[in-house]
């Protein structure tokens, strides 16, 4: 849109910008200590504790949470919504920034991340769940890059290029959503193997299919909560179709993850039947359960059905923000506070803050990046040069 | 060039130590693996060890691990309840007042050897192995040091060198691997002064210990831990307390680890081949559906075109009809009209001549 280019020289030194910056500089500052001293100086890793929240948060909740990708590509291309296409671009924008940022982030953790292609180039361990995750997320990435290709490729002009690409739509979605389904759920199936260091109550035989089914809630709540975020600082980018659909998405998107999350729950019920893990309820644990049962999963499953059949979106927006932070607190509480449940407190793990200081890091290096690409590239507008695809 | 003696022996003693090396295991394959035949392990006997840490100073020794701050014959440090870290492959700990104990009972806590290794199924490089002697072992040079090995591991026993920037490995009893192929037994084993550890043969050690519990069933627990643990271990244990008042896990279960994310594994394929069609199918079915509805919509805009064309011909012929009709009638009536005027201009012309006709005879 040319008339959009217009835009009127804002202060380089806004506040966003300058928190932005420190915070750039600190994880830089970390990121030298942890690649020239090693995770010992960096984390509080142990023996014990071998994952801390770079695995509990930077891979098990950013996967989820880039999420949308395939939920909202597969709902325009495959399942015909084409009343959402609107949102596949950012959709796919933020799970590309997304999955780039797990693989930068697994880049601090691991102890020798030269070495991360071993298991492709050098020797494969197919028995390790871990290699079924690092295979799909590194094709996924791949195919997510690709699927992101056409905005960049319109806003280089390269047409011929941009043509071939678009012509690929079907192939990538459906292997996208194969991948997906693969590796969000192998990332519960990675705890499978330590039943005895998995609290009752989150150990299921189920785990892979909880994760799965939860990061179609998370990839929802995802689109709409970052929707309404970039309806708050990115109007002027956006064009006629993206604003006229915009309530539409969200409400589409609010009753189908009010309807997963009652499976969702359902699966949970169903679960907690198998393992006969009711005895645990009463315990500490099984309080801190039923709060992410009750309060990160029924909650918002009463509260989207509400605002999908009142069309608040307001209702809707503030759920998706709730929603999102409850795939925080699954993740977490498989990851790292139910994990170990057996140790005493002087062994648990609380993570040292220059682990928290990489992981805001990342995210900010997301924000301003996905910032800087939907300000230069068509992500909230269709390039008028070119046919929707 | 004859082959001498001395040579062909040292060949053969070559290829014997070849299939002891780097054998890894084959987790979740879909043949029934008890583990090897005639390998190793040790019997380790509760009721017979003193504490006093020279397996310890031994293993120390024989691995080359560094010296640490007190040395082995400081038998306070057992006042903390210690585990294997990236220095130590082996530690004893002091477990005071177990019930029914007469005194401080000790356990050693060193890498169990698994038959179906945890974290040799979670290795997403196969840095580790299963060697056909029992030891399982461990390959620096692809480790990425992801670290789910130490996840993995039901007992707790790999850890890492968090400390390395550039080599960081993970540190774990190796069985003395090294040693065994030379015909040495662990080192642990080797200087243990109390025969508190015994080695051998995996299966004659389980009919050693069956032997001990039968022959003294007041000394002990009748259980041997490590047989069915996490589907069979090489090191096994007896006690006479309950193997939860050492330490140790009874919550295992008897499933070996690559058992447990056998049936996660095997959805890739499913996934990977029912996926597509599916979606595939579901594509399609949307495409028709829109195509139906596309169709149904031309259909339905193209009869209403019809109908109303024809309705329009119907109207225009009936009014075309009706219009000749009225012009025919209306030509009728004109003709009838003229017809009845002239008629009747007829008929008075014959009257009026009528009339005229006896005026004109008199005349």
């Not at chain 1, 939860?214 to 975020?229: N, Y």
């Not at chain 1, 805001?360 to 068509?378: A, S």
């Amino acid at each position: 849109m040319p008339e959009r280019k217009i835009v009127i020289q804002k202060p380089a030194l806004t506040p966003f910008n300058v928190v932005a910056g420190i915070i750039v500089v600190v994880g830089l500052v970390i990121t030298v200590i942890r690649f020239t001293q090693g995770l010992g100086a960096t984390t509080n890793l142990s023996d014990y504790n071998p994952w801390g929240i770079w695995i509990g948060f930077d891979l098990l909740v950013g996967v989820a949470l880039a999420a949308g990708g395939y939920v909202t590509s597969a709902a325009c291309y495959i399942f015909g919504l084409k009343r959402f296409h609107s949102a596949v671009r950012p959709a796919i924008l933020t799970g590309f920034l997304g999955y780039a940022l797990v693989v930068l982030a697994l880049h601090y953790d691991v102890g020798r991340p030269w070495r991360l292609p071993y298991p492709f180039i050098v020797q494969s361990g197919t028995t390790s769940l871990l290699f079924e995750v690092a295979a799909c997320v590194a094709l996924y990435l791949t195919v997510l890059f690709i699927e992101f290709t056409p905005a960049a490729l319109e806003w280089l002009g390269l047409k011929r290029a941009r043509s071939i690409v678009t012509k690929l739509t079907l192939v990538l979605t459906i292997f996208g959503v194969v991948l997906s389904t693969l590796h969000q759920s192998s990332l519960g199936a990675l705890f499978l193997i330590a039943p005895s260091k998995l609290h009752p109550l989150w150990y299921s035989p189920y785990l892979a299919l909880y994760f799965f089914v939860s990061s179609i809630v998370a990839g929802l709540s995802m689109v709409i909560f970052e929707g309404s975020l970039a309806h708050k600082h990115f109007h002027d980018k956006m064009d006629a179709e993206h604003l006229r659909e915009a309530d539409g998405v969200a409400l589409g998107f609010a009753k189908a993850a009010s309807w997963v999350l009652a499976g969702y729950f359902i699966m949970k019920v169903i679960g907690m039947a198998q393992t006969n893990a009711w005895g645990y309820l009463g315990s500490g644990y099984g309080l801190w359960f039923l709060v992410e049962m009750l309060g990160f999963v029924l909650l918002p499953c009463y509260f989207y059905a509400i605002g999908a059949r009142e069309k608040n979106l307001k209702i809707i927006r503030r759920t998706a923000a709730w929603t999102v932070l409850g795939i925080v607190v699954n993740r977490f509480n498989v990851g790292l506070v139910a994990f170990n449940y057996h140790l005493p407190s002087s062994e648990r793990y609380f993570p040292h803050w220059m682990e928290i200081g990489i992981s805001v890091f990342v995210v900010t290096i997301g924000i301003l990046v996905y910032r800087f690409i939907v300000t230069h590239m068509p992500i909230l507008y269709a390039h008028p040069d070119y046919d929707a695809h | 060039m004859s082959i001498s003696r001395r040579r062909f022996l040292g060949w053969l003693g070559a290829a014997g130590v070849g299939t002891t090396l780097g054998r890894s295991a084959h987790a979740a394959g879909n043949t029934l693996f008890t583990g090897y035949p005639d390998s190793l392990g040790v019997l380790f006997d509760v009721t017979r060890c003193i504490g006093c840490r020279k397996c310890e100073e031994a293993c120390n020794k024989v691995n080359e691990l560094p010296a640490p701050p007190k040395p082995f014959s400081e038998l306070a440090v057992m006042e903390r309840r210690r585990r294997t870290d990236a220095k130590t492959y082996t530690v004893v700990n002091r477990y005071e007042n177990a019930p029914g104990a007469k005194g401080p009972l000790y356990r050693k806590i060193q890498c169990n050897h698994c038959l179906e290794p945890a974290c040799a199924s979670a290795c997403f490089v196969r840095a580790f192995a299963k060697n056909s002697n029992g030891a399982v072992t461990y390959d620096e040079s692809v480790c990425v040091g992801c670290r789910y090995c130490m996840i993995a591991c039901p007992f707790e026993i790999p850890a890492y060198e968090y400390d390395k920037a550039f080599t960081p490995r993970i540190m774990k009893c190796t069985f003395c691997h090294p040693r065994l192929i030379k015909g040495q037994l662990p080192g642990c084993v080797e200087i243990c002064p109390a025969e508190a550890l015994t080695f051998g043969k995996r299966r004659n050690l389980l009919k050693i210990a069956r032997e001990r519990i039968g022959l003294f069933p007041g000394r002990y627990i009748d259980h041997i831990y490590g047989e069915t643990e996490m589907g069979g271990t090489a090191w096994l244990t007896i006690s006479g307390v309950p193997f939860r008042d050492l330490g140790m896990r009874e919550d295992l279960g008897t499933t070996a680890a690559p058992e447990l994310t056998k049936g996660a594994l095997s959805v890739v394929p499913v996934v990977a081949s029912m996926w597509p069609v599916l979606l595939t199918g579901v594509y399609a079915i949307s495409q028709r559906r829109d195509k139906i509805a596309r169709e149904e919509q031309a259909a339905a805009v193209a009869t209403a075109v019809a109908k109303a064309q024809s309705e329009a011909k119907a109207k225009l012929t009936e009014a075309m009809a009706k219009a000749e009709k009225d012009k025919k009638a209306a030509i009728d009536k004109e003709v009838k009209k003229a017809l009845e005027e002239a008629t009747r201009a007829k008929a008075q012309e014959s009257a009026a001549a009528t009339a005229a006709a006896p005026e004109k005879k008199p005349s």
